[in-house]
């Protein structure tokens, strides 16, 4: 399997994401680092697994490395602060480096630190899970959860490159897997048919890991959100289509609480209702729905009552001057945002998850 690269053009901002196997442990990453001094910033999960290896991509540079502990609930402004206090310990200036060796917790945490220090310092992007490498890794979006609300505080903060090696996905655990095949459908859904049938195809070899199948869908996706991001880097509008099934998603997530379905979870059932709303024909619908649960993703959502789905959805009554927007496909590979959507058919989608 060949090493591919594909640039996300952002002018003098651009970058490359080099997508290979084998990549840890062998590519030349210190040609991308342009001072002396590496931070890593992983997780006490997955740098007993590629912190060596990466380390070894790195070779000539001063590496230090800081493993924050695992999970969404340490996505927090302390584990910045433990970031920057490493950096200030160490006396790092704006030369150095900062490198997320990990998913898309890891990735968010250590690029906000990066934006953050010194008013931005070099950051670079080692996604170790499926949704890191075609998702969250790509894009420049950074930031931390609040009490508040998720996501609450970022930064746009462009990595200097993103290197996947697609070899890490082979101890990802199978649920992670699966929740980052949703992102994959997504962007076949949004923006490429002929992707969407490669996945109906593959989709059997994908879960079993075959690697070609798994390169080909990280490489496919990389390059449709590459494109996206080209063309509209700060969400201005086009980048919204990314959010396809998001807003329904979200709201799953934020009535359960966070932390029981996994993100990918509520956007694959959130792409079903973002179907659902969308004027495109049945045969289209249940190709998506199918899609889904051929990934072992849930197709419909979880019970959780309409009346909290719509309060989390901003449907509300406190919130009615809003005006909600969605992602909508007009054809299965082609999306768009929309305030003018059929609230009746909305209100018949969010009354299904009553019990
Ligand atoms: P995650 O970072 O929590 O990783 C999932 C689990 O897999 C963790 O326990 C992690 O330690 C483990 N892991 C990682 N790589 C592994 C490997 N190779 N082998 C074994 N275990 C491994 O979750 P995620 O799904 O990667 O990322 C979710 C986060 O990404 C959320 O916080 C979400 O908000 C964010 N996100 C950001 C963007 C963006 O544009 N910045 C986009 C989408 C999602
Ligand atoms: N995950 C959506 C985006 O990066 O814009």
New binding site residues.
């Given amino acids: 399997m060949a090493t591919t690269t594909t640039t996300v053009e952002l002018g003098e901002r651009s970058y490359p994401i080099v997508i290979g196997h084998g990549l840890l442990g062998r590519y030349d990453l210190a040609a991308h680092v342009q001072g002396r001094d590496c931070l890593v910033v992983s997780?006490e999960?997955?740098a007993p697994?590629y912190l060596k290896a990466l380390t070894v991509c790195l070779g000539g540079k001063s590496v230090a490395s800081i493993a924050l502990k695992?999970?969404?609930a340490w996505?927090t402004l302390s584990a910045v602060e433990s970031i920057l206090d490493r950096l200030v310990e160490s006396g790092a200036n704006r030369d150095t480096t900062v490198i997320a060796l990990?998913?898309?917790?890891?990735g968010?945490i250590a690029g906000f630190a990066a934006a953050c220090y010194m008013r931005g310092v070099g950051f670079i992007q080692v996604p170790?899970?499926l949704?890191?490498q075609v998702?969250?890794s790509v894009?420049g979006?950074?930031g931390v959860n609040h009490p508040g609300g998720?996501?609450l505080v970022g930064a746009f903060h462009q990595p200097r490159i993103v290197l996947i090696d697609t070899d890490?996905?082979q101890?990802?655990?199978d649920r992670?897997l699966k929740?980052g095949l949703a992102e994959v459908i997504k962007h076949g859904a949004i923006a490429d048919a002929g992707f969407f049938a490669w996945l109906e195809a593959n989709m059997p070899a994908l879960l079993a890991r075959d690697p070609e199948a798994l390169a080909h869908a990280v490489r496919r996706s990389c390059e449709i959100k590459a494109a996206v991001v080209a063309e509209d880097e700060r969400e201005a509008g086009r980048r919204a289509i990314l959010n396809f099934g998001h807003t329904f998603g979200h709201a799953i997530e934020r009535c359960q609480g966070y932390g029981e379905w996994l993100?990918g979870e509520a956007v694959a059932a959130g792409m079903v209702m973002a179907a659902a709303l969308s004027d495109i024909d049945d045969e289209a619908r249940g190709r998506i729905a199918a899609l889904i649960e051929s990934a072992g993703l849930p197709a419909a959502p979880p019970k959780i009552g309409s009346a909290a789905m719509s309060a989390a959805m901003g449907m509300d009554k406190k919130v009615q001057d809003k005006k909600l927007r969605f992602v909508l496909l007009d054809r299965l590979g082609h999306a768009f945002t929309t305030a003018d959507f059929d609230a009746q058919r909305l209100a018949a989608i969010v009354a299904a998850v009553d019990g």
């Fill in positions: 997780n999960t997955v697994l695992d999970g969404e996505k990990g998913g898309g917790v890891v968010d170790t899970t949704l890191a998702d969250s894009g979006k950074t998720k996501n890490t996905l101890t990802l655990p992670e929740a993100h």
